[in-house]
């Protein structure tokens, strides 16, 4: 018998994720703006989602506790923009990834466009 493999790709579920709010891996391009949606969108990229929040890969350093307006670039003009708040960053590579929480949980229909 051989030893599970340790090794699964990001579409794969993972029994041993217990998260309350499961995350799902998939870059979905994004624009970011402050968190009145009032300065000129910047692009990002959504590496990871979940019901709480999400990480966001961006250029530019952003401290902890701002507050920031993200939509996905191909979402229809109706869409709402969606606040979060930064709650983590680590530099990664060329780029901060921003560990950040759902201000107000988006709708469902609305979530499934980071994911």
């Known amino acids: 018998m051989q030893p599970p493999s340790s090794a699964s790709t ?3 579920s993972n029994p041993a994720d217990r998260r309350e709010a499961p995350r799902t891996r998939r870059q979905v ?7 009145d949606a009032k300065m000129p969108p910047v692009s990002a990229w959504v590496s990871d989602c979940s019901l709480g929040g999400l990480c966001l890969s961006v250029k530019e350093e952003t401290p902890v506790g701002t507050v920031l ?4 670039s191909t979402a229809p003009a ?8 930064v709650k983590s960053q680590r530099r990664f590579e060329s780029v901060w990834e921003l560990g950040c929480q759902f201000v107000r949980t988006p709708s469902y ?7």
């Open 78 to 85: 109706g869409v709402p923009w969606v606040q979060i708040q």
């Open 109 to 115: 229909s609305v979530l499934l466009m980071f994911s």
């Open 69 to 72: 307006s993200v939509r996905p």
């Open 10 to 12: 990001p579409d794969e």
């Open 29 to 35: 391009r994004v624009q970011v703006t402050d968190a």
